[in-house]
């Protein structure tokens, strides 16, 4: 969740600090595939009304000027034209430094190549609304749009804390985020089998507003499975689905 956020304390307890270069994240826990997600909020003055999301992550391997990288594409449907959202990240398959991202909403375009140092407008990119756009970094940072699979490439454990520099494209400034380990706990799963999770969980504040995350991690598979996320009374939860879903996009 992007937003202003607290200045970071690191407390006594050991933290790890996750940003490119630390050697922290394990790309070789990453698996290509592809991800579906169902989405859904409810808003406490709307008891009786549940809105509903589904969204597709699809990561593969490439090469990118002759370096390995992680390709990841992302669709995001919702009830009408207007919700719908889709993206496309490039990332290092070294360790996951951001290459290039682009997102598009509501037919607007905005293109980015980022690198360790900064990012700037994709100039290439035609109708790019974001022409002109440029940052620089003071350290380099992950891209906050692919929390899930940062996540997945984290070394959970009990009692861990992580502060993960993330950057939200375009947004506010890069941030750290601090992501605790609060214990586990077993999820169920179709065909009843229990799946036996970390539990890694953020606070903050965003726009006034103090919300929490909590993500269940698999420990073997390193899978994320669900988050559920308290927000100004809203409540939204994700889950991820099982395999034998059908790819919408081959229906067009």
Same mark, same amino acid.
């Given at each position: ?27 070789? %826990? ?66 996951? !430094? ?81 992501? +605790? ?11 009843? +089998? ?19 995350? !909590? ?9 994320? %499975? ?14 991820? %689905? ?11």
């Amino acid at each position: 969740m992007a937003g202003a956020l607290a200045p970071l304390v690191l407390e006594a307890q050991a933290t790890d600090t996750v940003a490119p270069g630390s050697r922290i994240l394990n790309t070789r %826990l990453l698996k290509p595939g592809l991800r579906q997600y169902l989405v859904y909020y409810q808003h406490p003055q709307l008891p009786r009304t549940l809105r509903c999301w589904y969204w597709m992550r699809d990561i593969k391997t490439a090469t990118r000027n002759g370096e390995p990288v992680f390709t990841i594409s992302q669709h995001w449907y919702g009830g009408d034209t207007s919700s719908y959202r889709a993206y496309f990240s490039v990332n290092s398959a070294k360790d996951f !430094t951001p290459v290039y991202h682009r997102e598009t909403a509501k037919g607007s375009v905005a293109a980015y190549n980022w690198g360790t140092t900064g990012i700037n407008a994709a100039d290439t990119v035609a109708d790019n609304s974001k022409q002109g756009f440029t940052l620089q970094f003071d350290r380099p940072n992950f891209n906050w749009n692919l929390d899930v699979e940062t996540f997945e490439m984290l070394p959970l454990a009990a009692g861990k804390t992580f502060a993960i520099n993330f950057y939200d494209a375009g947004l506010d400034l890069p941030q750290f985020v601090i992501y +605790k380990v609060t214990g586990s706990e077993p999820l169920t799963t179709l065909d009843n +089998k229990s799946v036996d999770c970390w539990k890694l969980v953020t606070t903050g504040n965003n726009k006034g507003v103090d919300y929490t995350q !909590t993500f269940w991690i698999s420990k073997k598979e390193h899978e994320f %499975l669900k988050e559920e996320d308290v927000y100004g009374g809203m409540y939204r939860c994700k889950v991820k %689905l099982p395999a034998f879903m059908p790819d919408v996009l081959t229906h067009f």
